[in-house]
């Protein structure tokens, strides 16, 4: 298995980055995701206005893999109403699960796409979707 | 004494003749499970081919060569810990159900409102829940011994710890995490003089020590045979004779009872008053044929190999500053188990990344979240040996890591 599909340059970048990691003042919604198996525990926090993610951040600590996704999918949905939200981490989980065969259908993920070839390690396939299964819980 | 060649034992073992990803493979997850030996391998695969019937039950050829297979087997571990008498040793599927049957069986019965059950904060979760359920439902006292800055627990500790209210002590005999071995003997002498039963978990020690239960005067005492050479399914509870025989069933059903009426039952003698249903028979072959290996090589000699491997990998990690040890770093009362982190890294990439080279280790809370939450981190890696590992399986690993603080954007 090539590694430079699971640690790219993308993922590895919002690894380091951390723009995205720090606490949002006066949240809406607080929502925690936890992969009790691993330990990769984050907390969500969004902004919204009216039906829009205003703004979004995340805490807490886990691998590479879950700080990378976490951070790609905050600066996807930010901006985005709660419906286009939802609809992008159907998306998300649907190419994770390899249901999607379209790549066009794809490309509105932008960057979250450096996930595709996680499934080739099956082990960490849950540390890539804990941030989108805990911002569809936040919503719902 | 025969000096213990891992090269030559390598060649015995055919899982680690494949490469993985193209590399060498480096096994070094022994405490979650062994690999088998071609001999082990065959052991089980003739016993198939030849003698496998339900033992017990048929007076045909086949069910009185599994019975008597399954009788030679347990034989051998009575041999093998020294146990006084046969019939106190007890198949169970594992050392998870080992320990659960000491809870429900004797914990459930013989443990009143205001007991005090003590642990130890590295116990594994195995060690933990069981005592949990028995705890709440007897409304008796769960308590902790912890841990000194060098992972050990010590004297004073166990004499503030254990008090004349103590009726049940549990421990395991080596941490799956740290690697420590707790001093067991001193548990079990002051135990004893409190009035407490002692069990042992020797689920991580017994593959990788001689262990002798008269010896040590334990109580109850149980381990796998897959962390031993032999095959998953198959686990072990020895406990002491008079204790065993005034304990009710843990499972009830086939071959357990002596009769059975309308609305009551009899119960077999020990042990099988605890063995109900179909047993695993070519388990037990399995382990027979692991345990006649471990005897040929001598656990004296495993031991030492391993204190080897230890000390070198020790001394190795040690000169990086990037790692940091968790766990005893000298090598007194330790086994071959090193749980460490690296700064920046979290262990499931180091798991991950590693793997891609070949070499195999284990990334997480190591089934015991109670020490984690004391040591205050949220997981470690680890690295754990067996008689076949050698200081090649360790330099690969050294090397691995460099390449992943590499892939990490660090210098070596
Ligand atoms: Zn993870």
Known sequence: MDLDSIYSEIIMEHNRSGHNKKALKEPDITERGHNPSCGDDITLQLKLNDNIIEDASFTGVGCAISQASTSIMIDLVKGKTIEDALDLVNTFLAMIKSDIDNEEELEKLEDAIAFQNISNMPARVKCAVLAWHTLKEALL | ?412
């Open chain 2, 1 to 412: 004494m025969p000096k213990l060649n891992p090269h030559q034992i390598k060649e015995d073992f055919p899982i680690l003749q494949q490469k993985i990803n193209g590399n060498r493979l480096a096994y070094l997850d022994n405490s979650a499970t062994t690999l088998k030996p071609i001999q082990v391998i065959e052991a089980i695969s003739d016993y198939n081919k030849k003698s496998h019937g339900n033992p017990h039950r048929g007076a045909h050829k086949l069910s009185v060569l599994a019975t008597e297979e399954y009788d030679l087997a347990r034989k051998k571990v009575k041999e093998f810990i020294n146990a006084k008498h046969s019939e106190e040793i007890i198949f169970t599927k594992n050392t998870t159900e080992s320990l659960n049957l000491i809870a429900y069986s004797y914990g459930m019965n013989f443990i009143n409102e205001g007991d005090e059950i003590v642990l130890a904060i590295s116990e594994h979760h195995s060690n933990i829940l069981p005592w949990q359920r028995v705890a709440k439902e007897k409304k008796a006292n769960l308590k902790y011994m912890y841990l000194n800055a060098n992972s050990r627990i010590s004297e004073k500790e166990i004499k503030e710890k254990i008090t004349t209210r103590t009726k049940i002590i549990s421990i395991a005999q080596m941490s799956n995490v740290l690697g420590t071995i707790h001093p067991i003997e001193q548990i079990i002498e002051y135990g004893h003089k409190m009035g407490a039963i002692i069990i042992v978990d020797g689920a991580q020690s017994v593959p990788h020590m001689p262990v002798d239960v008269q010896d040590l005067d334990v109580d109850f005492f149980g381990f796998s045979a897959h962390k031993m050479l032999g095959p998953m399914g198959i686990g072990i509870l020895y406990g002491k004779k008079e204790l065993l025989e005034n304990m009710p069933p843990y499972l009830t059903g086939g071959d357990m009872i002596e009769y059975v009426y309308e609305q009551e039952a009899t119960f077999a003698p020990i042990p099988y008053k605890f063995e109900a249903g179909t047993q695993n028979v070519e388990g037990a072959v399995g382990l027979r044929a692991a345990i006649e290996y471990l005897e040929n090589i001598g656990l004296n000699n495993i031991q030492k190999h391993e204190e080897i491997l230890v000390e070198y990998a020790l001394d190795k990690m040690l000169k990086l500053p990037y790692i940091d040890i968790q766990g005893p770093i000298d090598l007194y009362m330790r086994g071959g188990i090193i749980s460490f982190t690296l700064e920046d890294i979290h262990p499931h990439d180091i798991a991950s990344i590693l793997d891609t080279y070949g070499i195999a280790i284990r990334a997480g809370h190591h089934c015991a979240q109670p020490l984690m939450n004391y040591l205050k981190i949220p997981a470690t890696s680890r690295i754990s040996f067996y008689l076949y590992n050698n200081t090649e399986d360790i330099d690969q690993f050294i090397e691995g890591i460099k390449k992943v603080r590499k892939w990490f954007g660090y210098g070596s």
